[in-house]
């Protein structure tokens, strides 16, 4: 199932892509997707951790969030601030100090959950994804629209 969604979501990308082709890709929907496919692995993270399941398979969609926040704030440059239906704030671009220390936060938390997934310690994985939400959380009442 994830290698079909992981499928997907390059062939999403790449259609984008090539529509964006003459003019570069469109950052606004780039950003979206891949803020669609973090909720996904969040989800899915969180889904294992609620029904006790084997927490070491969570390592993967944990070092992808971590890699999402490293690139995340190049996806916002100046520009980018309207269309697409985006709910950037205009706060992403003028304190573009502050949004890239809350992306560092999220690759840590992210990090530091990986980690504890790799080491099969279930009740760390919890608290460590529940720090992992609490930096997304943050970062959306700081630069996201409601």
């Known amino acids: 199932m994830l290698k079909k969604l992981a499928l997907a979501s390059a062939m999403v990308l790449a259609a984008s892509g090539m529509a964006q082709a003459q003019s570069g890709p469109n950052l606004i929907e780039t950003r979206q997707v891949a803020f669609a ?3 996904g692995d969040f989800a899915g993270i969180n889904a294992v951790i609620a029904l006790k399941g084997d927490v070491k398979t969570l390592e993967g969609r944990a070092r992808a969030i971590t890699r999402y926040a490293a690139i995340m704030p190049s996806l916002f440059p100046q520009g980018t601030a309207a269309g ?3 709910k950037a704030l205009p706060e992403v671009f003028s304190d573009a100090a502050g949004f890239q220390k809350a992306a560092m936060a999220m690759g840590a938390a992210a ?4 980690d504890a997934a790799k080491a099969g310690d279930a ?3 919890a608290t460590e994804a529940k720090a992992v939400g609490a930096t ?3 970062c959306h009442n700081a630069y996201r629209a409601k």
Do not use: Q, R
């Not at 990090?111 to 990986?114: E, G, I």
């Open 37 to 39: 496919l973090l909720g």
């Open 84 to 86: 697409s239906n985006t």
């Open 136 to 138: 997304c959380g943050a």
């Open 111 to 114: 990090t530091k959950l990986a």
């Open 123 to 125: 009740e760390l994985v």
